[in-house]
């Protein structure tokens, strides 16, 4: 597997404000993935991040909304833009380490960003 | 139809009891199942996956897979304290990668 390290773990932000969440992976890297976990709700991927690529994000979330940085293989950012308390959320990145068939990959996850929003 | 349905919970089992996880999924285009487990302010941790029918043991724990009934499951033997945590389970595949989780079912192995 591989060490996924997220940044902040927490934090308690003001509506209308933005936050960016880091994720550092120790190996290099092709995909990676970002998802909200809200109470109650499945993991729900945001967007999928490509060294050298836009990210392709899923419906019902826009990059104005989720502007993502992935500058090489072992590094990744999601912003959170103009807050309001609905965002309130975990959010999480993941990676797929290994190519497979057919896309079937597992994937691993960081522990996640605890976000409230005021 | 949501895609991937799992229950709840919670499941609360004394400790040495076998515990059984279950989840349905919808679109039988993608046959790729994987079984998470997630405990309070951790992210995800992989526990198995699996790509066709049958039977998957690792250690005290199973996965199972009924492709006719789309239905797939997790068995945990001789549960522990240590195995109270939610599990999630999902289905992967395409070439997106994407993975669609159920909402977890909360369990808990009382001592």
């Known amino acids: 597997s591989a060490v996924i390290s997220q940044k902040p773990s927490r934090d308690i932000c003001q509506r209308g404000t933005s936050l960016t969440i880091q994720c550092q992976v120790d190996?290099?890297?092709?995909?990676m993935f970002w998802y909200r976990q809200q109470p109650g709700q499945s993991l729900t991927l945001i967007a999928t991040?490509?060294?050298?690529?836009?990210?392709?994000?899923e419906s019902g979330f826009v990059i104005d909304k989720f502007p993502i940085s992935r500058p090489n293989l072992t590094f990744s950012t999601l912003t959170v833009s103009n807050m309001s308390p609905e965002d309130s959320s975990i959010y999480l990145c993941?990676?797929?380490?290994?190519?497979?068939?057919?896309?079937?990959?597992?994937?691993?996850f960081g522990d996640g960003t605890r976000l409230s929003i005021l | 139809q949501k895609e991937v349905e799992q229950d709840p919970g919670p499941l609360s089992v004394p400790e040495g009891a076998i515990v059984s996880l279950n989840c349905t999924y919808s679109n039988s285009a993608f046959q790729y199942f994987m079984w998470y487990r997630q405990y309070s302010r951790k992210g995800p941790e992989l526990l198995m996956y699996?790509?066709?029918?049958g039977n998957k043991e690792d250690g005290r724990f199973t996965a199972q897979v009924d492709k006719s009934s789309k239905y797939i499951s997790l068995f945990i033997r001789d549960s522990q304290p240590s195995d109270s945590a939610t599990y999630l389970c999902?289905?992967?595949?395409?070439?997106?990668?994407?993975?669609?989780f159920g909402k977890g079912t909360l369990l808990t192995v009382n001592p």
């Open positions: 699996t790509y066709s029918s």
């Open positions: 993941s990676v797929a380490l290994e190519r497979g068939l057919a896309g079937n990959q597992p994937q691993h």
């Open positions: 999902a289905r992967g595949g395409g070439s997106n990668y994407k993975l669609t």
């Open positions: 190996s290099q890297v092709t995909m």
């Open positions: 991040a490509n060294q050298g690529s836009e990210a392709t994000y």
